[in-house]
């Protein structure tokens, strides 16, 4: 079966990240792309106040309209996955199945801030700069990027751009439970755990309803472990 998968990135990165994953989805005969955000990554030029979650999730419907994309395994990473959660709330019958990667489980009216740990929220606020007028949050040393290879790691952090910090404060809306009745798959990084996420594997084992997949990879898995993250996309059930 033939399947066309839609990949989403994380904070500060773009459709660049998923290069090597998306590989090896179409050598084995799919169709698979990715979608930057506003503002970020290879849209750094659209930087601009007016950017938060809510324009990065009708940027993302328009396109999946506009190419008119059906029964889409759509993969969100890291804050990929939380505009990845909004889509399904959306246009739930496009959906044939939700990947989340390392990421959160988003509820409705709770901002990222207000879901991640508070020690970890404080040291993000102090970090916040004015870019093009704009607040965002910029991009983290290249020590904290979780990946082992120093020159991949260098060559990503060389690519990263500054977030809207809107995405992290506003509350987002969303009128149906996680996944909004669709199948999902989460997969977690164990090797290390991200900070960021703690608590969150074991609160996503806690729901039936998610299919659970860890893997021995540090957060930028798309980056450090392609081929893992592959094989658990080519293998998720139809």
Not at 70 to 87: E, K, N, P, T, Y
């Amino acid at each position: 079966m033939t399947r066309t998968y839609f990949c989403l990135p994380g904070a500060w990165m773009g459709a660049w990240t998923w290069q090597l994953v998306l590989e090896r989805l179409t050598e084995a005969g799919h169709g698979a792309t990715a979608h930057s955000f506003p503002g970020v990554g290879e849209r750094a030029a659209e930087l601009s106040p007016a950017l938060d979650n809510d324009v990065f999730l009708a940027d993302t419907l328009q396109r999946i309209e506009r190419e008119n994309l059906r029964d889409i395994v759509l993969v969100g990473h890291s804050f990929g996955s939380l505009i990845a959660q909004m889509v399904v709330d959306r246009m739930p019958e496009r959906i044939a199945h939700l990947v989340i990667i390392d990421g959160g489980i988003a509820q409705d009216g709770q901002s990222i801030f207000g879901r991640i740990p508070s020690h970890i929220v404080a040291k993000r606020k102090t970090l916040v700069q004015t870019v093009n007028g704009t607040e965002v949050l910029p991009f983290a040393p290249v020590g904290s990027l979780i990946i082992d290879d120093p020159a991949l790691a260098a060559w990503t952090h060389r690519q990263l751009t500054p977030h809207p910090l809107a995405c992290y404060t506003k509350p987002i809306p969303l009128g149906h439970p996680a996944g909004n009745g669709r199948p999902m798959t989460y997969i977690a990084c164990t090797k290390p755990r991200y900070p960021v996420s703690a608590g969150m594997h074991e609160k996503v084992q806690a729901m039936p309803h998610i299919r659970f997949r860890p893997i021995e990879a540090g957060h930028n898995c798309i980056l450090s472990a392609p081929g893992l993250v592959a094989n658990e996309l080519l293998e998720i059930p139809a």
